[in-house]
C-alpha cells in the first residue's frame, strides 16, 4: 500500500533572483523543508504549502490537548517546590534535554523554548541545509509562544478540571507549544525568501530600520484572510463526531472538540502576527 | 468560548450486579476513565464511548508520524553505538524515565514499554480509581504492540527516505505506540466490566482456563465490524486535503495522509484482536 507514495528529495534548491543575491552573498545555500511535499524549486508558494501541512497538525495537537481538562497543579508554580518551576516548565526542560541529545535541534526549523541544556547530541550531525541569513537566524519569539499559549489559549479549550494526568496534560502542551513555534518561526524562511526573490525592495527599510515599511512589505490580507477562513474550517473538519451514521439535518448545532472560533482567532490574532513579527525581525537583520 | 463546555466527573461509580459482585470481593471499586464524556454510571457501552474517542487519537498519530520519511538510522541497532539499542529505543526509555517522574504511569490507564526505569516520581500520588483486579491487572501485550508497529504498520503509513528528522519521527512513533498501547489495554477495563456484569457466564470457563470459550463470549462481529467500518471512515475524514474549495467530482481519487485501508486492516488484524486477547488473558486470571 505503501508503493504508491514516491520518495521525494527533501533537499532543494532554492529558486532565487542569483544577480541580485549575488552582492550579498557568494554561498549558494540549499533550503531544508522537512515536510515539502513539491520537487519543483522552494518558492513562497511552496513555503505557503509547508505553512499549510503545518496547520493540520496545529489543530490535531489542539484537539488532543482538549481531551484533558485544565488540570491546575500543573501550572502551579509551588506545587513540585521545584525553584518555582511549575510541572509543565520542568517537564518541558527535562524533555527538550532529551530530544537535543537525539538530534531534535540540529535542524534550523526547530526551536527549543530552553536552549540552556547541556546535553551533547549523541547522534552524528546531519547535513541540514542552512538557508538562513546567520546574523538574522537567531530571531525568535518562543517566550511569547509560551506566554500566549498558556495564559490566552489553554483556558479556551481545556475544560476546568483535574484528572491527576498532569504529564498528559504537560506532554500534549509541548506538542502544542512545538507546532505553533514552527509555524511561527518559519517567518524566518519566508522572509528568506522574499528577501532573495526581490531584494531591492526590502532594502532602504532595512537600512532605515523602519518596520513599519517592512510589516506593510510582507503583508498580504487575501492571503491571510484565507489562512483564517482555512483553519477554520479544519478545525470543523477534524474536530467533527465522525460517526457511521449520515450528519443529522435537524438544525441542532454540531459539537466541535474544539470551538473552531477558537482557532481561527489564534490564527488572525497571534499566529499571523507574530509570524509577520518574525519576518519583519528577521529582515531588520538581513544586512547585519 | 469555553463556558459552553461542563466539568465532568472524572470517577465515575461502576453499575455492576452487586448481589453477583459480592461473591469475589467486600470492596466497591471505582473505574478512572478519564476521557469519559458521560456522567452515567460505566458501562460497556461508556467504555466503547471511550475506545471511540480514542480511535481519534490513533488516527491523528498515524497522520502525524506519515509527515516524516522512513527515516531508517533511527531503526537501525548499529547506529548510535548504544548496547544494541537503536535510537528509537534509546529515546523511548529516556522519555518513559522522564514520563514516570513526572507521574504518567501513577494512572493504570497507562502502561511503559520499558518499565524498568528507575525514577521516582517527583509528582504527589493522585488518587486514581483503581477498578482492576489486582492479579490480572498486570496482564500486557506490549511487546506485540511494539514488534506489530515497527515491523508491519510503520513501513506503510511512512515513505521510504531520510530527512535527517530521527528524534522527530521517534517521538511520533511513541505518540502512536502509546494510543494503540492504551486502546488495546483497555480490554482489561472492559474485561473487568463484562466480568462484574455477569459473573456467572464467565466462571466455568475461567476455571477451566477455556480461552477459546472466554474468546467467543467477548466477540461481537457486530460491533467488531462497526468499529473497523467507522475507523477507515475517520482516516478519510482526518486525513483529507482541506481546502476552501468544494471538492472536486471529477472522479480522480481523493489522496489521503495515511490510506485509509491501512488503518482498517490495523484494527482488523491487530487492534481489535489484542484487545481480546488482553480481556482473555485478563479474564484467565480474574479468580486468582
Redesign the interface.
Known amino acids: ?2 508503493s504508491s ?4 528529495p ?1 533537499h532543494l534548491l532554492l529558486n532565487f533572483s542569483l544577480s541580485s543575491y549575488l552582492i550579498f552573498s557568494s554561498l549558494c545555500y540549499c533550503i ?1 523543508v ?2 515539502s511535499k513539491s520537487d519543483s524549486f522552494i518558492t513562497i508558494d511552496s513555503l505557503r504549502g509547508s505553512l499549510e ?1 503545518q496547520e ?2 496545529i489543530v ?1 495537537s489542539l ?2 490537548r482538549a ?3 485544565y488540570n491546575y497543579p500543573a501550572y502551579d508554580p509551588s ?2 517546590g ?1 525553584k518555582n518551576y511549575s ?1 509543565v516548565e ?2 518541558v526542560r ?2 527538550e534535554a ?2 537535543a ?4 535541534y ?2 534550523p526549523e ?1 526551536l527549543p523554548f530552553f536552549p540552556d541544556y547541556k546535553a551533547f547530541p ?2 552524528p550531525p ?3 541545509s542552512q538557508i538562513l541569513y546567520p546574523p538574522a537566524s537567531s530571531i525568535n519569539v518562543s517566550r511569547t509562544i509560551w506566554d500566549m499559549y498558556f495564559n490566552k489559549l489553554l ?7 483535574d ?6 496534560s ?2 500534549s502542551d509541548l506538542i502544542c507549544l512545538q507546532a505553533l513555534s514552527k509555524r511561527i518561526h518559519y517567518g524566518r524562511f519566508v522572509a528568506e525568501v522574499k528577501f532573495r526573490d526581490a531584494p531591492s525592495d526590502y532594502l532602504s527599510a532595512i537600512h532605515a530600520k523602519d518596520s513599519e515599511t517592512l510589516t506593510r512589505l510582507v503583508t498580504s490580507k487575501t492571503v491571510e484572510e ?1 489562512v483564517i ?2 483553519v477554520k ?2 478545525a470543523e ?2 474536530g ?1 463526531n ?3 451514521r449520515e450528519a443529522s439535518k435537524d438544525g441542532n448545532e454540531t459539537k466541535y ?1 474544539v ?1 473552531p ?2 482557532v481561527s482567532n489564534l490564527y488572525g490574532e497571534w499566529v499571523i502576527p507574530l509570524t509577520k513579527q518574525v519576518e519583519v525581525n528577521y529582515l531588520l537583520h538581513r544586512l547585519d
Open positions: 500500500m505503501a507514495r514516491t520518495n521525494y527533501h531544508s522537512s515536510d501541512d493540520n497538525f490535531y484537539i488532543e481531551r484533558y481538562p506545587y513540585l521545584l510541572l520542568a517537564f527535562d524533555t532529551i530530544e541529545k537525539f538530534g531534535r540540529q535542524n526547530e549523541l547522534v546531519f547535513k541540514f483556558p479556551l479549550i481545556a475544560i476546568e478540571g484528572d491527576g494526568n498532569y504529564q498528559q504537560a506532554a484565507t477562513e482555512r474550517k479544519k473538519v477534524f467533527q465522525v460517526t457511521l472538540k470551538d472560533s477558537v
